[in-house]
């Protein structure tokens, strides 16, 4: 009998700390109103290591400034800072109010490090006039930051991932961005994204496509050691800066058709399978380093019509494809 009630009381402490563990959690929660009231406040928002366990929907900002007929802004002018938090809804910059689109402008610095969104993102059309910080953020569904502008000289995605679909197109980025060692499991694109400042993307894992067709690089674009298991798109592009895609593995299908390359450009110790095409590539500067470029033997090489500008020849290639297209 005092054996059981031994057992008994052992239970009731543990299912007492169960409940207890449970009640932490909870009120690790915080609900997205308290969010938008501290901003409307006009205080700097941080928020640290905690859940906010419902939609958050930053047009709901107070301060709104009319543009047009169809066509206003959701102002803040503090900064938004959260750390290590994860967001258990939708979070939102991007809607509709009284028949009007309302987008929102960050007059500050713009802070998710370290993240976890579980539902959808979609930050498109947003400005942000300070740094931009998504290191470490993880994106569980698809996340969308499409027609945004960054006009702060820092942008990091350093160590993100992405597990859906990933979308910064039609974006102007007045400084650098950073995504190395970034990690994408779906779609990535870039597509008609004006890149002012370095672009890193050096140790980037893509399992699925990669579009960067359109883009503008304005300064260097670093893809060193990264790896595209889906097909690797950067058509009709301009790459002013340096372009290193060195060490970098090819796994499906490359593109870089009719695009200008007014710096050096290196494909040194890549590998790549598929097609290779570089169709009507145009290099203003020196031919690409090729040096211990492989290909493997199902591959295709295209350079149809590819050309150093200044020596206006066609591309002299030199690797070990079996297959080439004229």
Known sequence: ?????????????????????????????????????????????????????????????????????????????????????????????????????????????LTFEACDFRQEVNFDNIIVDGDVNFTGAIFRQQARLNNITFNGRNNWFTAFSSEKYFSMQEALLQGSIDFFKGAVKGKISFQSTEIRGIARFSDLECDGSSDFSLVRFRDDALFTYSNFSGDFRMTNALVYGRLDLNS??????????????????????SSAKGVFDLSDACFHTISPDFSEFSMETSGQLNIKGARVVHSNDLLPLETNQTSVTN
């Open 1 to 109: 009998m005092k054996k059981n009630i031994f057992v008994l009381f052992c239970l009731l402490i543990f299912i007492s700390s169960c409940s207890a563990a449970s009640s932490d959690a909870v009120n690790n929660g915080i609900k997205s109103d308290q969010v938008i009231k501290t901003i409307n406040k006009g205080k700097p928002l941080l928020i640290k290591d905690k859940i906010i366990t419902d939609d958050l929907d930053f047009t709901r900002i107070s301060n709104h400034e009319v543009f047009s007929s169809s066509l206003e802004t959701a102002c803040t002018d503090v900064p938004v800072t959260f750390l290590n938090c994860i967001f258990m809804g939708k979070v939102t910059a991007n809607g509709l109010e009284a028949g009007r689109q309302v987008r929102v402008h960050f007059g500050r610095t």
């Open 248 to 269: 970098c593995e090819f796994q499906a299908n490359t593109y870089l058709s009719n695009t200008h390359f007014y710096g050096n450009v290196n494909f040194n110790k």
